[in-house]
Protein backbone atom coordinates (compact mmCIF):
# COMPACT_ATOMS: atom_id res chain seq x y z
CA UNK A 1 0.00 0.00 0.00
CA UNK A 2 1.02 3.25 -1.26
CA UNK A 3 1.35 6.04 1.26
CA UNK A 4 2.27 9.61 0.17
CA UNK A 5 2.97 12.43 3.56
CA UNK A 6 3.62 15.76 2.83
CA UNK A 7 5.23 18.44 5.05
CA UNK A 8 6.63 21.65 4.96
CA UNK A 9 3.85 24.02 4.81
CA UNK A 10 3.59 27.23 6.25
CA UNK A 11 3.34 31.01 5.46
CA UNK A 12 6.19 32.57 3.49
CA UNK A 13 6.96 36.37 2.96
CA UNK A 14 6.35 37.13 -0.98
CA UNK A 15 9.19 36.84 -3.10
CA UNK A 16 11.04 34.53 -0.21
CA UNK A 17 11.83 30.75 -0.58
CA UNK A 18 10.66 27.78 0.59
CA UNK A 19 11.01 23.73 0.40
CA UNK A 20 8.06 20.89 0.95
CA UNK A 21 8.41 17.23 1.00
CA UNK A 22 6.84 13.90 0.47
CA UNK A 23 7.46 11.33 2.36
CA UNK A 24 7.01 8.33 0.23
CA UNK A 25 6.67 4.38 1.77
CA UNK A 26 7.14 1.62 1.15
CA UNK A 27 10.79 3.27 0.76
CA UNK A 28 11.35 0.61 -2.79
CA UNK A 29 8.46 2.78 -4.54
CA UNK A 30 10.41 6.11 -4.48
CA UNK A 31 12.30 4.37 -7.30
CA UNK A 32 9.16 4.96 -9.18
CA UNK A 33 9.47 7.56 -12.47
CA UNK A 34 5.91 9.15 -12.29
CA UNK A 35 5.46 10.98 -9.03
CA UNK A 36 5.15 14.86 -8.31
CA UNK A 37 3.71 17.43 -7.37
CA UNK A 38 -0.22 19.35 -7.42
CA UNK A 39 -1.51 22.38 -5.91
CA UNK A 40 -5.17 23.70 -5.21
CA UNK A 41 -6.00 26.95 -4.92
CA UNK A 42 -9.52 27.83 -3.17
CA UNK A 43 -12.03 28.28 -6.07
CA UNK A 44 -9.57 26.83 -8.42
CA UNK A 45 -9.23 23.49 -10.02
CA UNK A 46 -6.59 21.31 -8.64
CA UNK A 47 -3.33 21.63 -11.18
CA UNK A 48 0.00 19.81 -11.92
CA UNK A 49 2.87 21.84 -10.95
CA UNK A 50 6.02 19.78 -11.44
CA UNK A 51 6.04 16.24 -12.38
CA UNK A 52 8.38 13.37 -12.89
CA UNK A 53 7.71 11.09 -15.53
CA UNK A 54 9.77 8.26 -17.46
CA UNK A 55 12.19 8.94 -20.59
CA UNK A 56 13.79 12.06 -21.71
CA UNK A 57 12.65 15.78 -21.02
CA UNK A 58 11.12 15.80 -17.65
CA UNK A 59 10.28 17.01 -15.15
CA UNK A 60 7.67 18.69 -16.44
CA UNK A 61 6.90 22.22 -14.70
CA UNK A 62 3.54 24.48 -15.29
CA UNK A 63 3.89 27.52 -16.55
CA UNK A 64 3.34 29.61 -13.35
CA UNK A 65 5.71 27.99 -11.73
CA UNK A 66 8.41 27.16 -14.37
CA UNK A 67 12.36 28.43 -13.58
CA UNK A 68 11.12 29.49 -9.80
CA UNK A 69 10.13 25.65 -8.43
CA UNK A 70 12.55 22.71 -8.86
CA UNK A 71 11.50 18.83 -7.64
CA UNK A 72 13.55 16.56 -6.57
CA UNK A 73 14.35 12.54 -4.99
CA UNK A 74 16.20 12.41 -2.18
CA UNK A 75 16.73 8.78 -1.34
CA UNK A 76 18.61 8.83 1.59
CA UNK A 77 15.11 10.54 3.27
CA UNK A 78 12.97 8.66 1.15
CA UNK A 79 11.44 11.69 -0.10
CA UNK A 80 10.42 14.23 -2.79
CA UNK A 81 11.13 17.69 -2.34
CA UNK A 82 10.00 20.78 -4.11
CA UNK A 83 11.69 23.54 -3.83
CA UNK A 84 10.28 27.08 -4.46
CA UNK A 85 11.30 30.57 -4.85
CA UNK A 86 10.35 34.02 -5.75
CA UNK A 87 7.02 32.86 -4.16
CA UNK A 88 4.31 35.47 -4.76
CA UNK A 89 0.31 35.57 -3.28
CA UNK A 90 -0.17 33.72 -6.29
CA UNK A 91 0.91 30.47 -5.25
CA UNK A 92 -1.01 30.25 -1.90
CA UNK A 93 -2.61 26.87 -2.05
CA UNK A 94 -2.99 23.87 -0.97
CA UNK A 95 0.35 21.32 -2.39
CA UNK A 96 -0.48 17.20 -3.15
CA UNK A 97 2.04 15.26 -3.80
CA UNK A 98 0.42 12.52 -5.83
CA UNK A 99 1.73 9.25 -7.86
CA UNK A 100 -0.37 7.22 -10.74
CA UNK A 101 -0.84 3.83 -10.90
CA UNK A 102 2.03 1.83 -12.52
CA UNK A 103 -0.07 1.11 -15.45
CA UNK A 104 -0.81 5.48 -15.64
CA UNK A 105 3.19 6.04 -15.83
CA UNK A 106 3.73 7.86 -19.16
CA UNK A 107 4.60 11.36 -20.14
CA UNK A 108 1.42 13.15 -19.55
CA UNK A 109 -0.16 11.32 -16.21
CA UNK A 110 -0.89 14.12 -14.30
CA UNK A 111 -3.86 15.27 -16.72
CA UNK A 112 -5.71 12.04 -16.12
CA UNK A 113 -5.41 12.32 -12.50
CA UNK A 114 -8.14 12.81 -10.36
CA UNK A 115 -8.36 12.68 -6.08
CA UNK A 116 -9.75 9.17 -6.84
CA UNK A 117 -7.53 8.37 -9.07
CA UNK A 118 -4.21 6.91 -8.20
CA UNK A 119 -2.52 7.66 -4.57
CA UNK A 120 -2.24 11.20 -3.38
CA UNK A 121 -0.92 12.84 0.00
CA UNK A 122 -3.85 14.72 2.72
CA UNK A 123 -1.77 17.85 1.18
CA UNK A 124 0.17 20.84 3.05
CA UNK A 125 -0.75 24.64 3.18
CA UNK A 126 0.94 26.82 1.84
CA UNK A 127 0.34 30.49 2.18
CA UNK A 128 2.24 33.43 0.78
CA UNK A 129 1.69 37.30 1.81
Known amino acids: HVQLVESGGGSVQAGGSHRLSCKIS?????????VGWFRQAPGKEREGVALMYPGDGGPYYADSVKERFTISKDYSKHTVDLEMNNLGPEDTALYYC??????????????????????WGQGTQVTVS
Open 98 to 119: ASPEDRMCTRGWWWLMTPQIGF
Open 26 to 34: PHGYLKFEC
